[in-house]
């Protein structure tokens, strides 16, 4: 293995090779690979992996249904939970829980959802791959003031202002609503799996550690006709790391507890990590399955965690992630992986079949790009049986038409850039109100994004097609729809879109949300 070693935004020189005791690599992959982040080690014990049985989120049911809409409502209230047994965690949360309730919907029904804020700060919702109106799609200036009437708008300005990771608002004029505001999703797309969190300016790391996150899920008919597995074998899993004080609250490396100010202290700039892997809010939990085939629908909801999943014992033969969807819905065919790689806010639709596994098997998801606790994810506890299986996964899912690049209109640049004094789009720090693009609709168009270092990019609005990385052909799971795309160190991916049907401001930024809140997003204004 040629050795290699090179310097981390911390400073640090790397080497590799060496194992622990327990086979571990000593420096994983993470750290050989430049991956972002610093471990926030917990100071409450942790529990012993594989004894909390999965949770799976509630899905909630409609305040109201009309011919076209469904309305939900949601409450974002604190709340106190067991994630670690014996101990409470306060949580920020929508609806009491974490993760928040799934939002099921149907693609071309109108979804309505009005959130009511009393927490005791500003939040802002986003429903990250959605298609939605730029007037609910979460901009990180629309804020739902608390109810409980501690924010007005000059409160609003000084917090986002100060501090070292402060914006400048000077001329930005603000869209704050009083208590409750309402989003309105057309769902004009296909299926897929979406997810909903906060998105407030400067903030948005603490409020998704803190709790404020869930799955919105789309189906339609062309999915439903197919023979996959539905119903209770049909899961969302969201994987995020937290780490935990000694009382059993979320640690997190705010400047200011009180979180008047954004950002984290410095060590921590490039990205929080945890020491616990909750997947649906439970950490390291176990699933009983049968020998059958299981949907998971997997979620990297961490703030800047990457993971290399892969299942330990792989059954005989291998390949069993058989992907069958990306961020924007089903792929045009299946493909199967022994691994797979997910950065922050990518998803993954996978099927596997535990029927090539023995009765009794224990399988664990792995992260091989973990160290120690978080070198694991999760269990399956295979039962004893032979249930007979009438789903399956046929050859062809969808079609996926391929965004021709020779008809591209324009091709723009976005260069993404760490330096000690934050992180940057182009060479400019965030500032709401300066779009650094302004594309027509309804045209075809090649964001090329280069980089210094690791950098989950997203796009709001539309889905896109990844065409090449460092200008050769793309990677293994860079198929179909995406909406995120896991940047490495000096790459360059190109990828194509087309922005439709709504004009107005949206966003593009990077999802290490540590990352994100130092400033690095930009606005692009369709027209
Ligand atoms: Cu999931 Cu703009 O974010
Ligand atoms: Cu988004
Ligand atoms: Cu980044």
């Not at 978080?374 to 004893?384: E, P």
């Amino acid at each position: 293995m040629r050795r290699r070693t090179l310097l981390t935004a911390g400073g640090a020189l790397l080497g590799t090779g060496a194992l622990t005791a327990a086979g571990w690599p000593l420096l994983s992959d993470y750290a050989r690979e430049g991956r972002p982040g610093k471990v926030l080690t917990s100071k409450a014990p942790l529990p012993a992996p594989f004894r909390t049985p999965l949770p799976v989120p509630r899905v909630l049911r409609p305040t109201s249904t009309s011919a076209t809409t469904d309305t939900y409502d949601i409450t974002q209230q604190h709340a106190e939970l067991e994630i670690l047994p014996g101990l409470r965690t306060k949580a920020w949360t929508y609806g009491g829980t974490f993760p928040g309730p799934t939002i099921v919907s149907r693609s071309g029904r109108r979804t309505v959802v009005r959130h009511r804020n009393e927490l005791d700060h500003p939040s802002v919702v986003h429903l990250h791959g959605g298609h939605t109106p730029a007037a609910s799609d979460g901009y990180p200036t629309s804020l739902i003031l608390p109810a409980n009437g501690t924010y007005d708008a000059q409160r609003v300005h000084q917090d986002m202002n100060s501090g070292p990771h402060g914006a400048s608002m000077a001329h930005h004029a603000m869209d704050l609503a009083e208590a409750t505001r309402t989003y309105t999703y057309p769902f004009d797309q296909r299926a897929a799996t979406l997810w909903y969190h906060d998105h407030r300016m400067g903030y948005t790391g603490a409020a998704v550690w803190m709790g404020l996150a869930g799955f919105h899920l789309v189906h339609d008919d062309e999915e439903q006709r197919l023979p996959l597995p539905q119903g209770d074998r049909d899961i969302p899993l969201m994987i995020a790391d937290r780490s935990f004080a000694a009382d059993g609250s979320f640690q997190y490396p705010w400047l200011d507890p009180q979180l008047h100010t954004p950002g984290v202290t410095d060590p921590y700039m490039n990205g929080v990590l945890g020491d616990v892997i909750l997947v649906n809010g439970a950490p390291w939990p176990v699933h009983q399955t049968q020998r059958l085939r299981y949907r998971l629908r997997l979620l990297n909801a961490s703030n800047a965690r990457t993971y290399r999943l892969q299942l330990d014992p792989q059954p005989p033969g291998g390949n069993a992630l058989v992907q069958i969807g990306s961020d924007g819905g089903l792929l045009d065919s299946p493909r199967a992986h022994d691994t797979l790689d997910i950065a922050p806010a990518e998803r993954y639709d996978v099927v596997i079949d535990f029927s090539r596994y023995r009765p009794g098997t224990r399988v664990r998801l792995l992260n091989l790009h973990g160290d120690g606790s978080t070198a694991q994810v999760m269990r399956f506890d295979i039962a004893s049986g032979s249930p007979r299986d009438d789903t399956t996964v046929p050859d062809r899912l969808s079609t996926v038409p391929p965004l021709d690049p020779t008809r591209a209109a324009v091709t723009r640049d976005f260069h993404f850039t760490g330096s000690d004094a934050g992180w940057t789009i182009n060479g400019t720090a965030y500032q709401p109100g300066r779009a650094l693009a302004r594309p027509t609709l309804g045209q075809t168009e090649i964001w090329r994004f280069t980089t210094n270092f690791h950098h989950p990019v997203h796009l709001h609005l539309n889905h896109f097609q990844v065409l090449s990385r460092n200008n050769r052909e793309i990677g293994p799971q860079d198929h179909g729809w995406k909406d995120t795309v896991d940047l490495r160190p000096a790459e360059a991916v190109e990828v194509v879109t087309r922005f439709t049907d709504y004009a107005g401001t949206y966003m593009l930024h990077c999802h290490n949300l540590e990352h994100e809140d130092m400033a690095m997003m930009a606005d692009y204004t369709t027209q």
